[in-house]
């Protein structure tokens, strides 16, 4: 009797305890939305139409997601100060013509922020379907801000070899870029989003020296165990567009990772014996009981339950080679008193010489 009631009280405490530091820990991450294209004439999975982001729009307004500038929410992070719950930020990559025509006015409609990464090529060669500078300045007047997605949207990584000559032309790239976008719209912060979300850790490090933040194109949170020089982004276009879709994405958390420990997402042509790749995770902190059984990974179409090594070690490795190009190993759970999931991911670049459509 008194043994089930003193085992009563210790997981009544128990839960109370994990349900306030959950309830604490809402505020301490916020995710950030991807979008390339909003039109109905552009590759379908880089779009959405002009309809499904006003509703995107509609839905963050009527669910009270508080939208903020990247900045904001970037320096609340690292600065460790509190967020609005429900906190979401909007970007776009490659600075195309129909985020201009089609996105920025709802945005402005709903003065919501927002930031464009631009390869600064286009707009300098006044290509149609990009915006030109006049435009990108435009939009820094109405809570837009730019960022950097390199010169020419080039494959950084996919190269023979990571030498200094290597190093110094991918950096020359990227500092260019920033010089462009500094030039014609005045101080901007060093944000790069890499182009196709691929880097290795060489060019995470120098980066990172050189007082960039860096977002890849990897699902997930950002929060206080964030790599700055990888942060996720959820892609909600193409068959992501769905407003439910959106919906578990946005209430999603960051797994508690430490995900500067995931080691080198590239593969080169003489690691194929370590085809496919163990991804070793450790975590920050203990998951719940209900929320670490229910840890699932899903890996080029299939669900794999990863190896527990102790409560804050797992291992995943899904049962055949990766093919060339871009795969990502996505694991969630649901998160313990919450009707809501906690969100790894992480994208491995199995570079092969010939190029592939991926
Ligand atoms: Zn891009």
Redesign the pocket.
């Known amino acids: 009797m008194l043994m089930s009631y003193v085992h009563f009280l210790f997981t009544g405490l128990m839960s109370v305890s994990i349900l306030f530091s959950a309830v604490a820990s809402a505020t301490d991450s916020f995710n950030i939305l991807m979008y ?1 294209h909003v039109s109905s004439e552009t590759p379908r999975a880089t779009s959405l139409t002009k309809q499904e982001f006003h509703d995107h729009l509609k839905f963050l307004q009527h669910n009270n997601y508080h939208v903020l500038p990247l900045r904001q929410a970037l320096d609340a992070v690292q600065q460790g100060h509190a967020l609005p719950d429900q906190a979401v930020v909007i970007t776009f ?2 600075a195309m013509i129909s985020i201009y025509n089609n996105a920025f006015p709802l945005l402005k409609q709903f003065k919501y922020p927002f930031t464009v ?1 631009v ?1 600064t090529d286009p707009v300098d060669q006044g290509r149609k379907y990009a915006m030109n500078w006049d435009m990108l300045r435009e939009l820094t007047r109405h809570r837009g801000s730019l960022g950097n ?1 390199s010169k020419d ?1 080039g494959y950084l990584v996919r190269k023979p070899s990571y030498n200094e000559k290597w190093l110094t032309t991918t950096l020359a790239n990227i500092d260019y870029a920033q010089q462009r976008l500094e030039t014609e719209a005045g101080p901007q912060p060093k944000w790069l ?1 890499y ?2 979300g691929e880097y290795n850790l060489t060019l995470q490090q120098a980066l990172k020296k050189r007082g960039y933040i860096a977002f890849g194109q990897q699902s997930g949170g950002v929060g206080p165990h964030s790599d700055w020089q990888a942060l996720p982004r959820f892609a909600v276009t193409g068959n992501y567009a769905t407003l439910e879709s959106l919906a578990v994405k946005l209430a999603s958390k960051p797994l508690p990772v430490h995900y500067n420990q995931l080691g080198d997402p590239v593969l080169r042509p003489d690691q194929q014996q370590d085809n496919p790749p163990l991804l070793r995770v450790n975590l920050a902190q203990p998951l719940h009981d209900t929320s670490r059984k229910r840890l699932n990974c899903f890996i080029m179409g299939q669900t794999y339950l990863p190896q527990w090594q102790d409560e804050l070690h797992f291992i995943v490795q899904p049962n055949r080679p990766l093919p060339a190009g871009r795969t990502r190993y996505n694991c969630t759970a649901p998160i313990w008193g919450q009707d809501n999931y906690f969100w790894f991911s992480h994208q491995w670049l199995n570079y092969q010489p010939k190029p592939s459509a991926n």
């Open positions: 390339h990559d490659d990464f390869n997605h949207h989003a182009p196709f």
